[in-house]
Structure formats: structure tokens, C-alpha cells
């Protein structure tokens, strides 16, 4: 049962800071420690501090573009690139490591979303096989595989992104809703969240933009409130303590919401 309490706190935004990105936004990323990091199409990623102060810049020598990026771990940062079908990690300098491929086409033969696991292996939403698959970072063998045919409701689907969290898995499709998995794969039931391209999360409510409101839904209770943005033309939203990171294409706003 979905509880739903619309709630307008506009008048409870106080921004702290506006921050020009260096930049522009494509993909964002938040860790433990607060640090946002910014990916653009040209494939550069940047930190910024909770403060919006850059902490480091990687500039790529092979220009791709970041389909994924995921710094929730703390100690290194992933990127998942789609056009090439590899992934990279960094540090918290941002200083890469080599590139590495899903080699094996019997596994992975085109992966629309990938992400990290908690365990440090790696998951894979592959669209040609209509399936969600855990690798083995090591070996690049599918250590689980779970066929999302018969879980589909809609014969459409657009995935759109992907992230694990709690030992949950989330996966947005704008079709579907965004589709939960345990941390092995098992299907486990669909969040009636629909046309979502990028969430994050605060303790245990997923967060959301839609129509110019944050949306919270609580990933345990099925809880879900919203409260109006200062400007309806925010894209990606972050949170940490009592901080909001809003972005637009080329700036960072940080707030902090009574």
C-alpha cells in the first residue's frame, strides 16, 4: 500500500551556495563522506566537497562518455561507459586505473547499465538478453543471473539506471517502475516510480525529480511525500545530512531544507 502525503516546504530551502560547475553535468555521484563527483559528456569527472569546493579534476586521454558513475563506496569511484562495454575505477583522486572489458560475449553481449556491488563484483543489466547478471570482477564469469522476461509488465521497457543500496538493487525503467532485487538477484518486487531517469538515496527514502518536486519514497514503508524545488528546473538531486545538492546543466546549488 502506497501512503502519499504532498507536502510544499518551499519556504523551507536556504541556499548556502551557488557554484558554477567546471563542467557541464551528464552523470553525478555522491559518497559517504558527502564529496560530489561530476561526470560530463566529454567524459571528464570532477569532486567537489559538501562546501562545493573542487577537490580534483580527471580529464580523459580516451574520450568516452560516463554512462554510470558510482562513489558510494568512499574509497574508489566506478564508471561504467556504454559505447565502449568497459568500466574503470578511481581513486579518491581521481586518478584512473586501467580500463577493463566484459571479455566474455557468452556472459555479457550488450549491457545497457552496470554498476558496482557491495561485494566488490559487478552488476550488469544486459538489453539484448533481457537480463540482470552479477560478475565476477576477477574471473568475468556471471556469478547469478535473473531473466527479466517474466517480470516485465509492460512489453516496453527504458532502462535508465541502476544502483545498489542496503544490499538492494534498484533499476529504473520509465515503462515499468523501478524494478528491486536482493543482493543476489532475486527479484523481489517493483516500486510504482515511473519515468525516472536518475535517484539517489537519503537513510531509507529514494529520491527523485519529478515535475518540480523531490520526491521521497520510502524503500521499506512505501511512504512517499514530495516537496516543491525552489525552481522547477533542477535535473539531478543529491542529499547529505541537512544538505541538498540541486543541479542544473552547468551549476551546483546547495541548500539546506528545515
Known sequence: MII????????GWKRLESIKLNNPAHQISIDRQGNIYVSSLNGAIDKYDSNGELQAHYSPTKKSTPRIIDAWQGLRVFAFYKDF????????FLGESERYTFGNQQVTSNLSLSTIATDNNIWALDAQQLSLKKIDINSNEAISE????????NNTHDFTYIREYQNLVFISDSKNGILVFDNIGNYLETLPLFNISFFSFKDSSLISIQNGKVIYFDIYTKQKKEVSLPDPSYTFVLMENKRVFLFKKETLDIFELN
Open 85 to 92: 562495454q568497459e568500466y574503470s575505477f578511481f581513486n579518491r
Open 4 to 11: 502519499w502525503q504532498p507536502l510544499a516546504f518551499t519556504q
Open 146 to 153: 535473473t531473466n527479466l522476461n517474466l517480470i516485465l509488465k
